[in-house]
C-alpha cells in the first residue's frame, strides 16, 4: 500500500513500454525552434509582451471608464438645463396667470374635456360655457388646477408651454351638422 501510483506502473512495466513507443515515433517536421512548448499547461509568453497587453486592457478599461464619466456628467448637465427651463416656464405661465383667471365660485354648469388622455371637467356659468365653446375663453392647468382665462392669455400660456393649455377651442374649425368640430370626432 506504500507504493506510488508511479512505482506500481514501473514495476508492472507499462511505463518503460509507453517511453519505448515515445523514442520509437518519427521526428517532427517543424524546426526545434518553432515547436510548441512541451511543459504542462499554457504556452509560455515572454514577459514583455504578456505586460504590453495587460497594459493594453488596463487602458482599455481606463478609456472606457472615462467615456462612461463623460457621458454620464453630460447627460447631468443636460438634465439640469432640462428642469432649469421648466422652471423659468412655470414662473413665466405663473406670472401671466396672476389675476387672470376668471373661474367663479358658485358656478352651475360643467364644462367637460379631454386632457392628458383623460375626460377632465371645469365649472361655469352659462355666459363662461357659451364663451368656452366659441373659443373667446380657454382653460389653462396650473398647479393641478383648471383656470379659465381670456383667448389672449392661452395663446400666451400656449406660446410659452403647450402643455399647459387645456382647452382652446378654434372658432374657425370646420363643424359638422351636429356642431360639434371634426378635429373633437371620435
Known sequence: MADSLR???LKSGLVKQV??????KPASPLPRGNRPPQGKGKPQVPQQRRDRGEMDLAKAYAIRAQTEA????????????QARLKRERKAKVQKLLEGQAVNKPDAD???????????????VDADQLAALNEGRLGIVQQGGRYLVVSQAIAEEVR???PHLLALLVDPQAATD????PDDLMW
Request: proline fraction near 0%; charged fraction near 45%; aromatic fraction near 4%.
Open 7 to 9: 512505482d506500481q506502473l
Open 19 to 24: 517511453r519505448d513507443e515515445q523514442r520509437a
Open 70 to 81: 463623460t457621458e454620464r456628467k453630460r447627460a447631468e448637465q443636460e438634465a439640469a438645463e
Open 109 to 123: 354648469h360643467v364644462r367637460h374635456f379631454e386632457y392628458s388622455g383623460k375626460i377632465r371637467r371645469v365649472h
Open 159 to 161: 406660446s410659452i408651454d
Open 177 to 180: 351638422d351636429d356642431g360639434v
